[in-house]
């Protein structure tokens, strides 16, 4: 009976310490995302950090992307948007991509907090006490290959 609680609370102490920042795991215990995908509303997420990562590097760092980000090499950049509520949003459309990175360079010429690591293969834009909604869309009427529109708002 003795040795079924130890058992017991060891399993329990070393269950506890496979969380994760973000609280969710995959089953192959790595960091879970949200994908973009095209539904008939706007995706809407309030982002509080940005980090513009090189796939290989976010596959190093334990994010769990789909494999046909992994397999395809017109993927090379994504974007992860950390976010108030929910799991971290992963971006990698090209079409999505080119809105993101317009919108970053404008925070940058705003003299927005950059940190750059792992030479330059990790980029992260924090924006501290305040944040970004962003809206995201695709017709779905469009086809696979329709462009995401992309829009921002600050919120302070």
Not at 29 to 47: F, H, Q
Not at 53 to 71: G, Y
Request: charged residues 25%; glycine residues 6%; aromatic residues 10%.
């Amino acid at each position: 009976m003795i040795e079924i609680i130890i058992l017991t609370a060891l399993y329990c102490v070393l269950a506890a310490k496979k969380k994760t920042v973000f609280g969710q795991m995959t089953l192959k215990a790595t960091k879970a995302l949200e994908y973009l995908k095209t539904t008939p509303e706007p995706m809407v997420r309030t982002v509080v950090r940005f980090t513009w990562i090189h796939k290989i590097r976010a596959d190093l760092d334990d994010w769990e992307l789909p494999q046909w980000v992994m397999d395809n090499e017109k993927y090379d950049w994504i974007c992860i948007l950390d976010v108030q509520d929910g799991l971290p949003f992963l971006i990698y459309q090209k079409s999505a991509l080119r809105a993101v990175e317009a919108h970053l360079m404008k925070l940058e010429a705003q003299g927005a907090k950059i940190e750059t690591k792992h030479k330059g293969q990790v980029m992260t834009v924090d924006l501290g006490d305040d944040s970004v909604e962003i809206s995201m869309w695709r017709n779905p009427n469009g086809g696979k290959f329709a462009p995401f529109n992309v829009g921002f708002d600050i919120k302070k």
